[in-house]
């Protein structure tokens, strides 16, 4: 069974550029979130969407967004980059059933650099 | 918000001792506990969690305690071996009937097993 899948793995941008991040949730998950990885700031949550649908959004400016597809693939951008955005970006799926457990798997994450 | 605290922030073992890892919380409605391991380049793996309603649950070497009128929840790793080494974070996180779930994150705990 296929992990969370995100691309690209790895890219390089230009400050004031904007970027566009990819997401496969594992098969049949239907919830997809968004994490943001630094060393300062630790692990912080970005956004989460359910059916196309963003039910809670973390504390970031309105230069990070997301979408998701009805095959539940989503994918974040983040325009006008700053140095600060230099991070990994983590992707998150779960079943979202009380039942299932609501157990979260990550996938490996894209490395950001802005330069 | 939720608030979760983790101690210590590196931890250094011979193989073989028994390693634990120490994680509060702010929010007593918190009602779901993962932690995670993540290694070099890699994304957090799931590694165990537990449940408000379950005091203890133990995987092979790996054991988490939960007290909820302390709010707070510990990582054991017994019989420790060199591939244990790599950062752990503990999380907490509300879950609701309706599934959705925010993961709040510890600051991590870097575990280094020496052979």
């Known amino acids: 069974k296929a992990g969370v899948t995100q691309t690209p793995r790895y890219l390089i941008k230009t400050r004031g550029q904007q970027v566009t991040l990819s997401c496969s949730p594992i098969?049949?998950?239907?919830?997809v979130s968004w994490y943001q990885q630094t060393p300062g700031q630790g692990l912080q949550f970005l956004f989460e969407?359910?059916?196309?649908?963003?039910?809670n959004k973390g504390n970031f400016p309105g230069r990070f967004s997301g979408r998701q597809f009805s095959n539940s693939r989503s994918e974040m951008n983040v325009s006008t980059l700053e140095l600060g955005d230099s991070a990994l970006y983590l992707c998150?799926?779960?079943?979202?059933?009380?039942?299932?457990?609501?157990?979260?798997?990550f996938g490996e994450g894209s490395w950001l650099t802005v330069v | 918000g939720e608030n979760v605290e983790q101690h210590p922030s590196t931890l250094s073992v011979q193989e073989g001792d028994s390693a634990v890892i120490k994680c509060t919380y702010s929010?007593?409605?918190?009602?779901?506990f993962p932690w995670y391991k993540q290694e070099l380049g890699k994304g957090p793996q799931l590694i165990i969690d537990?449940?408000?309603?379950?005091g203890e649950k133990k995987d092979q070497r790996i054991a988490v305690t939960l007290n909820k009128t302390a709010k707070h929840f510990s990582l054991h790793i017994t019989e420790t071996q060199p591939e244990d080494s790599a950062v752990y974070f503990c999380?907490?996180?509300?879950?609701?009937?309706?599934?959705?779930?925010?993961?709040?994150f510890g600051t991590g705990t870097r575990l280094l097993v020496s052979p």
């Open positions: 537990i449940r408000s309603n379950v």
């Open positions: 999380a907490a996180s509300i879950l609701r009937n309706t599934g959705f779930q925010k993961l709040v």
């Open positions: 969407y359910f059916s196309e649908t963003q039910r």
């Open positions: 098969s049949g998950h239907r919830s």
């Open positions: 998150a799926s779960s079943w979202d059933t009380p039942s299932s457990g609501n157990t979260i798997y």
């Open positions: 929010d007593s409605a918190s009602n779901y």
